[in-house]
């Protein structure tokens, strides 16, 4: 084998719950808009958008978050995380659970909502407003095989006690076996991937000082604490 010219990176991992085991991430999958917003909103025809953060993006959500240069719009999403154990292409839905996800986290798509809006009005890309450091703290992963296959139950986030989003997993607008059957018509999903599949209604901005915590029931809880830049 040809010799590196740089020492490889070691890859992102994950705790994985109740183990000394960890999860080495591949790539990170955002599923768009993907709850109702909108009492009476209903659901598109067209599956939601998609778009990428680098694994390196993803960290614990502990300890102290870094309020991100550049911004003055930070904002938290709280979504369910899904793990890829079986990668594969064309995955059916009623294979996803079967074969392919090998565990569930709570995590944070976390968006600098200013460069996200400039971004849109410039028909430019948005990995500024979303591809930054620490842009997805996620909880240890509970594997599927411990906690099931999670259809309902509550996820939520609160800001310095305050209740900003509230859903219920039954909410998801595409379920998670159609995402994942979505993702792999357009890319051959492979073990290590995650997928954040969508925030509900209440996303807002956090400012340095603020507390944040969140979770998704049956799957993990977190608390953060946002870092004065
Ligand atoms: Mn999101």
């Not at 740089?6 to 960890?22: E, H, K, R």
């Not at 550049?70 to 009623?94: K, M, N, S, Y």
């Not at 599949?197 to 996303?203: D, H, I, Q, S």
Request: overall charge negative; charged content about 15%.
């Amino acid at each position: 084998m040809a010799a590196f010219v740089l020492p490889p990176p070691a890859p992102t991992t994950l705790a994985v719950a109740g183990t000394d085991a960890v999860f080495p991430v591949g790539r990170v999958f955002c599923i768009g808009r993907n709850y109702r917003w909108a009492a009476g909103e209903t659901r598109p025809d067209a599956m939601p958008a998609w778009f990428m953060k680098p694994a390196s993006a993803v960290v614990p959500a502990q300890g102290v978050l870094p309020y991100p240069p550049g911004t003055t719009d930070f904002c938290h999403e709280i979504e369910l995380v899904v793990a890829i154990g079986q990668g594969g292409r064309d995955i059916a839905p009623a294979d996803a659970e079967a074969r392919h996800i090998w565990g569930y986290a709570a995590g944070l798509d976390l968006t600098l909502r200013d460069l996200q809006q400039q971004a849109k009005q410039a028909g430019g890309p948005w990995e500024a407003a979303k591809a930054f450091d620490h842009a997805a703290p996620c909880t240890p992963l509970v594997p599927a095989t411990v906690g099931g296959h999670p259809r309902q139950g509550a996820i939520w986030l609160a800001v310095n006690g305050v209740e900003r989003q509230r859903a219920d997993l039954a909410d998801l607008l595409w379920p998670v076996p159609e995402l994942v059957a979505m993702l792999s018509r357009s890319v051959a999903l492979r073990p290590g991937d995650l997928i954040f599949t969508g925030t509900p209604a209440g996303v807002g901005p956090l400012q340095a000082g603020d507390t944040l915590a969140g979770g998704v029931a049956g799957i993990g809880q977190f608390t953060l604490h946002v870092h004065t830049p």
